[in-house]
């Protein structure tokens, strides 16, 4: 159990409960008790540099100097990847003079006040980044590889070595468990940063030709319908190497994936291989997870979502006359198999993005999986470390299905989510200084029997998809031909200003601006302790207010599953938030009611292409039978919907629909309902 995590725990709940810290990184950062996020001081020019033919240490170095450098005012902004939306596209909208540097290593010289040292990690365990990323906070420094250290110790720059990682932990959760003893009693405790330590990278073209598709979902099943064993005969594929199985996403475009549980190989009867996904039995059989993160793994099933996918290699005898895998999946599952070895799994570098800020707030970095059990346990002894409502930024060392289990977690905790592990320049945009504005409601059309429609794209939680994928999809050309419910991250207020204006100053009269799950940060209100849920709901109503926000998209679930809110969950929203309406969920079905006799409420019917929500439409209103208004709310996958999309469903509908704005459409309801009109 590495450092006796027991043990630990135990001592240092003490050692926490005696000192109440709470470190303000510098004078220059700003953080009012009541504000959700920090805000840092503006600069008047930015030095630019451009990563995107650098190396993952390179990026890593770079991130942590713009952290440090930025911590007293922002002078550093750096261009990490091609980004979507175009490298300089946000750059230019903030409007700061900058400058582009065409020797990055001048930086170093430039700054060379501003850093202390330098910490090394040991690439032996790489979970040595994190607890490095926040000593470099800590320090001042910068972190480095063995390589890049060597670099940086000698002339012209002579940077010293103020802590050497390398050979000091056993593995990842024993780095992460001496990182708590020794590094978080000094780190900020009104922010936890969750960041994988490296991400998957592209690797020259390899064989995958040669993989035959065996096995393929023809549906994009998303609700586990398809849940079965699956008996494959593979006898054919079996070569030198063994027999390689590869499992992948069939449905790339919706980044939902398949889910396997149970593998089982037999040659000529014999069990040669039975694991769980996730345990230690699985280990000596996954032979590369790339484009797969690797701790993807959680209650006992492998996930591989869009454009991801994990290998099997199967030690079958090359004389063995049948060959028959068992396997237990669900969801969509694509399987193939080749008696050819793959290019292998070196494919993971370190990265910087979101590292900037975790460095410049003094903030701890880990990565830690909720689904298991020695890592929940840290985990766990952090989340009850902090206050109630304390942001954890970032993402889950479980990822896409994890999502579930690990906001249910934090949320028992009382801390909400800011997804943000792929926002770049949070320094930079948190500093931008930008007025908001607030948006003004659109007056609802006559009330008549007819269809009512409106259309939501989510993600709006997540700062990455308002940096990255909202701003392609607000560029369409379609965009404003028909309503659209755009949800958002009211902490845009706090994490960028000049974003949020922006897509406040663009919008049309058909974008409506809303307040992604659940509110100001994701969470689930159930296993939300109810003692302090309303500090959460006070909170979403001042940044609602703020930015003109008066509707919230919600999730709500346990133990994976969607719940509704209890009598008292609605009650909190409507008394503390005061929304004009509530979607609630994503879910295979349209749904309208009121909550408590006073909220109405929409359940979002999910669809993540323009036939499925044609389909969709069309089963939600095959009952209808003209006497009465229907109302149907469309939740859009961000990731495969745009607004031409929706522009072409909007034109298949006939003369009985009508598609109005999320404002309209609550308040319509509210008509229908004999509510009273929204103030």
């Known amino acids: 159990m590495g450092r006796k995590l027991l043990v630990l725990l135990t001592t240092i709940v003490v050692v926490l409960s005696c000192s109440s810290l709470s470190v303000q990184a510098t004078a220059n950062v700003k953080w009012p008790k009541h504000q959700a996020l920090p805000t840092l001081k503006e600069g008047k020019h930015l030095d630019v540099i451009d990563l995107t033919a650098s190396t993952g240490d390179e990026k890593l170095l770079f991130t942590t100097l713009q952290g440090n450098v930025n911590r007293e005012k922002t002078r550093i902004y750096i261009i990490e990847e091609e ?51 926040t000593l470099a906070g800590l320090e001042d420094a910068v972190v480095v590889d063995p390589v890049l250290a060597e670099k940086l110790s000698e002339s012209p720059y002579n940077f010293k070595v103020i802590k050497d990682l390398r050979g000091q932990f056993e593995d990842r959760l024993d780095a992460y468990q001496w990182q708590y003893e020794q590094l978080w009693p000094k780190a900020s405790q009104r922010m936890l940063v969750g960041l994988s330590p490296t991400s998957s990278i592209d690797v020259p073209d390899g064989n995958w030709d040669d993989f035959e598709i065996i096995l393929q979902e023809e549906d994009p099943v998303r609700d586990s319908s398809n849940q079965d064993t699956y008996e494959l005969d593979v006898s054919r594929f079996v070569g030198d190497d063994g027999l390689f199985l590869r499992f992948q996403d069939a449905f790339p475009s919706e980044g939902w994936g398949p889910a396997v549980h149970q593998v089982e190989v037999k040659a000529d009867g014999e069990v040669i291989a039975s694991f769980v996904p996730g345990t230690p039995e699985e280990e000596a059989f996954l032979y590369d997870r790339n484009q797969s993160n690797a701790d993807d793994r959680f209650g006992g099933h492998r996930w591989a979502d869009a454009g991801a996918y994990f290998v099997y290699q199967f030690p079958v005898p090359p004389d063995a006359d049948e060959v028959i895998v068992s396997a237990e999946m669900w969801n969509q599952f694509k399987v193939s198999a080749s008696n050819s070895k793959p290019v292998s799994s070196e494919g993971q570098e370190p990265y910087g993005y979101l590292r900037d800020y975790a460095v410049a707030n003094r903030a701890m970095v880990f990565w830690l999986d909720s689904n298991i059990e020695e890592e929940k346990a840290l985990f766990e002894a952090i989340l009850s470390d902090v206050q109630p409502n304390t942001p954890y930024l970032g993402w889950f060392g479980n990822d896409v299905a994890g999502e579930f289990s690990s906001t249910e977690l934090v949320s028992r905790y009382g801390v909400y989510v800011v997804p943000a592990d792929w926002f770049s320049n949070m320094t930079v945009f948190s500093a931008a200084k930008s007025k908001v504005k607030k948006q003004k409601s659109l007056k609802a059309p006559a009330l008549e029997n007819k269809i009512y429609l409106t259309f939501t794209l989510g993600e709006g939680d997540n700062l990455q998809y308002n940096q990255h994928r909202l701003r392609v999809l607000w560029d369409d050309p379609n965009r404003g031909s028909v309503p659209i419910n755009w949800s958002i991250s009211p902490l ?37 302790p109810d003692e302090t849920f309303p500090t959460y709901a006070k909170q979403t109503a001042k940044y609602m207010k703020k930015t003109g926000l008066d509707i919230i998209y919600a999730l709500n679930r346990v133990n994976e599953e969607n719940v509704p809110l209890s009598e008292a969950e609605a009650q909190d929203y409507i008394d503390y938030i005061q929304p004009r309406g509530l979607f609630l969920s994503w879910e295979g079905r349209a749904d309208t009611s009121v909550l408590n006799e006073k909220l109405p409420q929409s359940i979002l019917y999910g669809a993540s292409s323009v036939d499925l929500t044609q389909e969709a439409i069309e089963k939600a209103t095959a009952d209808w039978d003209e006497s009465s208004p229907l109302f149907i709310s469309m939740g859009m996958l961000s990731w495969s919907i745009t607004p031409s999309d929706i522009q072409e469903i909007v034109d298949s509908l006939g003369a009985e629909y009508e598609v109005v704005r999320g404002d309209q459409y609550f308040d319509l309801i509210r008509e229908h309902e004999g509510l009273p009109r929204y103030k």
């Open 83 to 133: 980004y979507e939306e175009g490298k300089t596209t946000w750059l230019d909208d903030l409007g700061t003079p900058y400058t582009m540097i065409e020797d990055k290593w001048t930086l170093f010289k430039k700054y060379k006040d501003d850093i202390a040292g330098l910490i090394i990690y040991d690439p032996a365990v790489r979970d040595s980044i994190n607890v490095a990323t």
């Open 492 to 528: 845009l207020v706090d994490a960028a200003p000049s974003m949020l204006r922006f897509y406040q100053d663009t919008a049309t009269k058909n974008d409506l601006l809303i307040a992604g799950p659940s509110g100001a940060g994701y969470i689930y209100p159930t296993p939300w």
